[in-house]
């Protein structure tokens, strides 16, 4: 594995998660994956540990640590178990609006609760509005102290068990990027509802559902930062923060992908030797490996880039769309290494290849990622 400098201290941070997924996650991914478990146990370990709410910081019960740590640690959840590593995910990714722009009151009450083991989820998505997040029509008016919102929401992570729902709503009438602002709802506000546990082709682990909001009355104090207007920076502002996490997940199931195929490479014989020693089959897995170094990079540059508190909407766009697309290349290729039990769910590697389809899909697909590349680097070419 390259490393380019990394600490003792992250050493140790990518040892402890690495021991955590050996002993924890990759023994139980088969089980969650096929029952849809929920590993509430394991997230409540990982958390002692110290392996979650990594970007949070200390003051309100979080980590404390750098972008980069958490992509070295992420890298490790998303190799034991992508599903895994989704759940615990979306519940980071909740909180970011609120670190980048939460009042002091909101982050140390929300943040708090998350850091005391509470779930929360990210709600931007509608059934109507998914890459054109300004397309969503969820509306949240101002009556008297409490803001009352409507509206539909779409295939959020951890809904099923979300203690609080970050929500971005419009507040203006007009379709502008300024009339829209970001909510902390209470799961347990009267008129939301949480839709059954939708069916999916990967990470059955991870629990995806519509939520409804029939006239929930928020009050005005969890409208995020107290001013209306922000949703869109911030909502846009926590895909930058969280998109070398996502890619450092795809990745580490592309590894684990890699790994496992590497092995059987070794063991499985055919016209009387290992097929690792086929050249066809070699050069698969050097291939492979050289897209997941290059993954790798990627996120710890994106991340890198956070930590000195750069813009880094391009490289965390790379980071994404690299890393989702390689995930997906390298884990069709461990099915094939497998042969016909590559296309077995008795073996590891149809599982990593059902759960990495995802990452070309969330938190901005890779056709939304290519676009904000495109856009991003035009600036320097466009007089
Ligand atoms: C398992 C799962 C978990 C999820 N978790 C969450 C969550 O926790 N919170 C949340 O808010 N959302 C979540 N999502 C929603 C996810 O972010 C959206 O599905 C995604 O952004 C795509 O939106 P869409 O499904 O509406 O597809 P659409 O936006 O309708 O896109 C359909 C296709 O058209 C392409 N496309 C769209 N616009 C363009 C364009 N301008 N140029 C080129 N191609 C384009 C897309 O890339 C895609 O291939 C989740 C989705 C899934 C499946």
């Not at 490790?76 to 895994?84: A, I, K, N, Q, S």
């Not at 506000?189 to 059954?196: A, D, F, N, Q």
């Not at 092995?263 to 897995?285: C, D, V, W």
Request: aromatic letters at 8%; a negative charge.
């Amino acid at each position: 594995m390259p490393n380019f400098g990394l600490t003792e201290e992250q050493e140790m941070l990518r040892e402890l998660a690495r021991k955590f997924a050996d002993e924890e996650l990759i023994p139980n991914a088969e089980q969650w994956d096929r029952d849809g478990v929920f590993p509430e146990d394991s997230i409540n370990n990982a958390r002692d540990l110290g392996l979650l709410n990594c970007t949070i910081p200390e003051a309100y019960g979080g980590m404390g640590l750098t972008y980069l740590d958490e992509v070295i640690i992420n890298e490790e959840l998303g190799r034991g178990d992508p599903g895994f590593a989704t759940i615990t995910g979306v519940t980071m990714l909740a909180c970011h609006p609120l670190i980048y722009g939460g009042t002091e009151e909101q982050k140390i009450e929300y943040l708090g609760r998350v850091c005391n083991g509470k779930i929360s989820a990210y709600c931007v998505t509608e059934p109507g509005a998914g890459s054109d997040v300004k397309a969503i029509s969820t509306t949240a008016e101002l009556d008297g102290d409490s803001y009352i919102i409507n509206g539909a929401k779409m295939w959020i992570g951890g809904a099923g068990h979300a203690d609080w729902f970050y929500v971005l709503a419009r507040t203006g009438a007009d379709n502008s990027l300024d009339s829209l602002s970001g909510f902390i709802v209470e799961a347990n506000s009267e008129g939301l509802e949480v839709g059954k546990k939708e069916e999916k082709m990967g990470q059955r682990s991870s629990d995806t559902r519509a939520v409804r909001f029939n006239n929930v009355k928020v009050p005005k104090e969890n409208l995020i930062g107290g001013v209306e207007g922000n949703g869109w920076l911030q909502a846009m502002t926590s895909f930058d923060r969280s998109r070398p996490m996502l890619a450092s997940h795809a990745l580490g199931n592309a590894r684990g992908a890699m790994e496992e195929a590497w092995q059987y490479a070794n063991e499985r014989r055919t016209f009387g030797k290992p097929i690792f020693e086929h050249q066809s089959i070699s050069f698969m897995l050097a291939d492979m490996s050289t897209k997941i170094e290059a993954a790798r990079l990627l996120a710890q540059k994106a991340a890198s880039m956070l930590d000195k508190g750069e813009r880094a909407t391009l490289e965390s766009a790379h980071a994404k769309r690299y890393a989702a697309d390689i995930g997906m290349e390298v884990t069709t290729d461990s099915v094939q290494i497998f042969g016909g039990y590559g296309y077995s769910e008795e073996f590891p590697a149809a599982r990593r290849m059902r759960g990495a389809k995802i990452y070309q899909i969330f938190g901005g697909t890779s056709q939304i990622q290519r676009l904000i590349i495109g856009r991003e680097l035009n600036k320097g070419y466009k007089k």
